[in-house]
């Protein structure tokens, strides 16, 4: 399991508080296996979830390995992503630590397995990079199905680490859709 005994310790944690999950890329399918988690706890329930640059978990295509490729053609992959920068990937002591975190990440993601479970009952806010080859439109919106109340996407400036180049974006949504609606919050009240 992805998450192991994280969701037992948010659980007591969080039970008091509104809780969103963000996740990007791999980050994404261990935010969606926490959330699912938390739902089947019954003590915690995410009020909003956010993935960017990552497919549905339900349909991930297991065809690229790239952590079985050999050192150099890892490198020549990281520097196509445009998520690390030069100096990093030049610099060879740093690449020699790095290089085993960054195998575990895409192993985690190259092999993560789908179980199937019913729609999440709490929003998916998806994000994708305009310039980033790696997901498109169509895949994010594969998400939908993941949720029984309600699916946005939207797409930023940027490639794969959009995070950093919209980041500003980024944030005002993410901070939109977690704050609560003062009319909502009126009607609740007079209910």
């Known amino acids: 399991m ?13 039970s008091d508080i509104p809780t969103g999950v963000f ?5 994404a399918l261990i ?9 089947e706890c019954h003590v915690v329930k995410p009020c909003h979830l956010f993935f960017s640059s ?5 349909v991930i295509s297991h065809a690229a390995w790239l952590h079985r490729l050999p050192d150099p053609e890892l490198m020549d992959a990281l520097r196509k992503m445009n998520g690390t920068p030069e100096d990093v990937l030049r610099n060879r002591e740093l690449m020699i630590l790095l290089l085993p975190a960054l195998r ?17 009952n709490c929003p998916i806010t998806l994000f994708g ?10 895949q994010l919106t594969n998400w939908a199905p993941q949720t029984s ?10 490639d794969h680490f959009f995070l950093h180049t919209a980041r500003g974006h980024l944030l005002t949504i993410v901070a939109e859709k977690l704050t609560p609606d ?4 009126v009607r609740d009240k007079d209910s």
């Open 23 to 27: 996740g990007h890329s791999v980050g």
């Open 54 to 58: 990552c497919v549905a978990p339900d």
């Open 2 to 14: 992805l998450v192991g005994a994280l969701p037992a310790t948010l659980s007591s944690a969080l």
């Open 129 to 138: 990079g305009r310039w980033g080859p790696d997901v498109s439109l169509s």
């Open 149 to 158: 109340t309600g699916c946005d996407t939207y797409i930023l400036d940027g």
């Open 31 to 39: 935010g969606f296996e926490l959330a699912t988690s938390l739902h």
């Open 182 to 185: 003062p009319k909502k919050i």
């Open 104 to 120: 575990a990440d895409f192993e985690k993601s190259e092999t993560y397995s789908y179980r199937e479970i019913p729609p999440l």
